[in-house]
């Protein structure tokens, strides 16, 4: 597939993908969550990726919304349509076998903040701000904010922002949850990359196995989830990751883990 609205670089086992309309601060159309299907896709079947950066391109945004000017024409029809790929993208980065973590180094609104949503991990930089402002628009969000918003910081809190309409600065954001920490600007790529690193030198099997826990688990009732937790636990000891740190552990030295 030919990429012109999003960019995708591999450093080692992490993979940076960078939404890239900074003229339209990199609000996506129909082709920008098409590249991004197609990139997600081909990434989680990437067995040489094992954690992946999600950034928007410039120093303004991180995603400033789906495209006002691509949706201002449609039809309910073709609502539906642009709806269902963006749900796509959006359980494609939630549902990715490898830890995503949103850099979010601007705006991130309406789709943009969807997104970061859909991310396991968020970092922010000073600057960023975020909302939910399709009411402003007369539409409700589409990918998936009135869903996942309130799962993350709370019903009540979610409400004020999707109704509000307005916008809350990383700080605000960090206070309720919906990002991790809030890092300097200059320094939120690098930050992104020591967690990513990070991530990188553990079980990589493991780290697959905790995402399905979490994001399968939330799902269920406690009981079923802990029953859930168990099969997956023992799971890994058939694995030879297992094998393999745990004898690093007791022979004092750092595993080499093989993915397998
Ligand atoms: N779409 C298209 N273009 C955008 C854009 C967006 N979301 N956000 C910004 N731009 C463009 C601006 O039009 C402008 O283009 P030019 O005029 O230069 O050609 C350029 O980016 C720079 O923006 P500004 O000149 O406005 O920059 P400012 O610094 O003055 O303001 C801003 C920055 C982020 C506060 C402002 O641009 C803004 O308010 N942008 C819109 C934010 C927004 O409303 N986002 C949510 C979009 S709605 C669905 C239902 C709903 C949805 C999807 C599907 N289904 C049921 C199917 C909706 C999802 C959304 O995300």
Redesign the pocket.
């Known amino acids: 597939m030919n990429m012109t609205n999003i960019l995708v670089e591999q450093d080692g086992a992490i993979v940076t993908v960078t939404i890239n309309r900074p003229?339209?601060?990199n609000?996506?159309n129909k082709e920008t969550l098409e590249e991004m299907h197609h990139s997600f896709s081909a990434l989680g079947k990437d067995r040489s990726v094992q954690a992946v950066i999600v950034t928007g391109s410039g120093e303004?945004?991180f995603v400033?919304?789906?495209?006002?000017?691509?949706?201002q024409s449609?039809d309910a029809a073709a609502?539906?349509v642009?709806?269902e790929l963006?749900h796509k993208v959006m359980a494609t980065v939630e549902n990715l076998p490898q830890p995503v973590i949103a850099a979010i180094n601007g705006?991130a609104?309406?789709?943009?903040c969807?997104l970061a949503l859909a991310c396991d991990i968020r970092l922010a930089s000073v600057n960023a701000k975020f909302g939910q402002?399709?009411v402003?628009?007369g539409?409700?969000?589409?990918?998936g904010g009135t869903q996942r918003l309130p799962r993350l910081v709370g019903k009540g809190l979610a409400n004020e922002i999707l109704f509000g309409g307005g916008m809350i600065d990383a700080e605000e954001a960090c206070r309720i949850g919906l990002v991790n920490r809030v890092v300097p600007q200059d320094t939120l790529l690098d930050e992104c990359r020591i967690l990513a690193s990070k991530i990188c030198s553990r079980g990589p099997l493991a780290i697959r196995l905790c995402k399905e826990a979490v994001n399968n688990g939330m799902e269920m009732d406690l009981k079923r989830a802990c029953a859930y937790e168990k099969d997956l636990f023992a799971l890994c000891f058939a694995s030879e990751d297992q094998k393999e740190g745990m004898a690093a552990f007791l022979e004092k030295r750092t595993p080499n883990f093989q993915n397998k």
Do not use: H, Q
Not at 109 to 112: D, H, I, S
Not at 139 to 143: A, D, N, R
């Open positions: 003229k339209a601060l609000a996506l303004k945004a400033a919304g789906a495209d006002i000017s691509y949706m449609l609502g539906k642009f709806g963006g705006f609104l309406g789709g943009g969807e402002p399709e402003n628009l539409v409700i969000p589409g990918f």
